[in-house]
């Protein structure tokens, strides 16, 4: 092991700091993964991720990265755990304002669970490597060398302090490190927000064998401009089902079942409410209106101290309706772990990551945050938009008219989404194949009611 440090702190033991704590535990001695909640010993919900009760999704590059970070131990302990397993651009009915994606064969392999047993199982994973320690606590504040230029450990409110040679903020949406930078005498980094005030309340359930239709194992019907009403019927571990109503631009789904269900049979396709009414639901209806994007600029601060770093949702978090948080989060770890190996120097990891970090959440920034502007009444905050992104949003809204008439189309987008790599989508071939096929629509009407049930039965040949 090439070692960086004699110890390194991890701020949050939820998604993004399990497989942060696993990257530090491979070049600091010992590695502390400190949160403020003593952390379940079984896969159950616990107050510290309020997001737990409703559904997560993780996509394909997720799974691959977790995979990477763990030795390959990630999507065994899933499927251990029963999660399904399924070929996402096959069985995963999608639905644009343009229409539903095309279904086709493909490699897109990913696996679905509840938030807490796949948090459970991450969480285990790391707990493997022995110089990894859980410490219940809860920070309050940075520790500092006299001159304040480095940080050199945390306060927590019990009055005790930690020292370390890094420590990383991975507490999510609660993060305070940039009250904190304030007062060890820093500039703040700037922050921008995108909020569309949506809601969403999800049940958790069983489904008949036969309540599927056709080849299709997961539907997502989200929300768009002009139609606020969506749901996500979405397989769980052992054959639990969750069914989550979202709701833009303040139309909030209510949580008693007669509202619920009024609000699904008024949703974008009459298949979200015959799978609720076919459902024996286990769990009450739970909502949650917690949904915007904000992102930390922590990569734009000209001055900043060493021995700190901010991860996951502490740099960007986004409107969960999108399902894209566990997968920036692991793919963050990832660069840790490569700026990592690039610098022997820990001081020039401080430097360079923040950038990277930035650099991982990009893609899923846009996406999200244009999907959110294109809704009436969404609010904005430090957030430029050049004549350039509305080029792309208009290529953008092509690509997703081609995704619905086109299986070749819809594998590439697929494949950039579940990967987080947006520049896939501007590759030449891609782009003029993207333009034939919308030229070549008719433009006859479409019923867009409900998913075909079948995916087509060949794959395309992708580049």
Wanted: negative net charge.
């Amino acid at each position: 092991m090439s070692v960086r440090g004699d110890h390194a702190i991890v701020i949050g033991g939820s998604v993004s700091g399990s497989p942060t704590a696993k990257v530090l535990s491979e070049f600091f001695d010992r590695v502390t993964v400190l949160d403020r909640d003593e952390l379940p010993a079984h896969a159950e919900h616990h107050r510290g991720v309020p997001q737990s009760p409703h559904l997560h999704g993780l996509l394909y590059g997720g799974r691959l990265t977790l995979d990477e970070l763990f030795d390959d131990g990630f999507t065994d302990s899933m499927r251990a755990a029963g999660g399904p397993y399924f070929d996402f651009a096959k069985h995963q009915a999608f639905r644009f304002p343009e229409g539903w994606i095309k279904r086709a064969p493909g490699d897109l392999m990913v696996i679905f669970s509840t938030r807490w047993t796949m948090e459970h199982v991450i969480r285990e994973l790391a707990r493997r490597e022995p110089n990894i320690g859980w410490e219940v606590g809860q920070a309050s504040g940075f520790t500092t060398t006299e001159g304040g230029n480095r940080v050199t450990g945390v306060k927590l409110k019990d009055g005790r302090t930690i020292e370390a040679d890094l420590v990383v903020d991975a507490a999510g949406r609660a993060s305070k490190s940039p009250k904190w930078m304030e007062e060890i005498g820093f500039d703040a980094p700037q922050e921008s927000y995108v909020r569309s005030f949506l809601g969403y309340a999800t049940v958790y359930g069983r489904l008949p064998e036969d309540a599927w239709p056709g080849d299709i194992k997961s539907i997502a019907a989200p929300p768009f401009p002009g139609t606020t009403r969506g749901a996500f019927v979405v397989p769980q571990e052992n054959g639990l089902v969750g069914i989550m109503a979202a709701g833009q631009s303040r139309d909030y789904p209510p949580t008693d079942e007669a509202g619920f269900t009024e609000f699904l049979r008024t949703a974008i396709s009459p298949l979200l409410a015959e799978m609720w009414e076919q459902m024996e639901p286990e769990t009450e209806i739970r909502s949650t209106k917690t949904s915007h994007n904000r992102l930390v600029r922590w990569h734009e601060l000209e001055r900043r101290p060493q021995g700190f770093l901010a991860i996951g949702d502490a740099v960007a978090a986004f409107n969960p309706v999108y399902g894209q948080g566990i997968t920036t989060a692991s793919l963050q770890a990832k660069a840790l772990r490569q700026a990592l190996n690039d610098h022997d120097d820990l001081d020039a990891v401080v430097d360079v990551f923040p950038a990277r970090a930035r650099e991982v959440c990009a893609f899923a920034w846009t996406g999200a945050t244009d999907a959110d502007c294109a809704f009436e009444g969404t609010e904005v905050e430090n957030l430029e938009r050049t004549e350039a992104d509305a080029e792309i949003t208009a290529y953008l809204s092509k690509l997703r008219l081609a995704t619905t008439l086109d299986s070749y189309v819809a594998q590439a987008f697929f494949r950039a989404q579940g990967s987080m790599q947006g520049e896939l989508l501007f590759e030449p071939e891609l782009m003029a194949r993207v333009e034939q096929v919308c030229a070549d629509w008719d433009e006859e009407p479409r019923d867009l009611s409900r998913p075909p049930e079948w995916a087509d039965a060949e794959a395309p040949v992708a580049a």
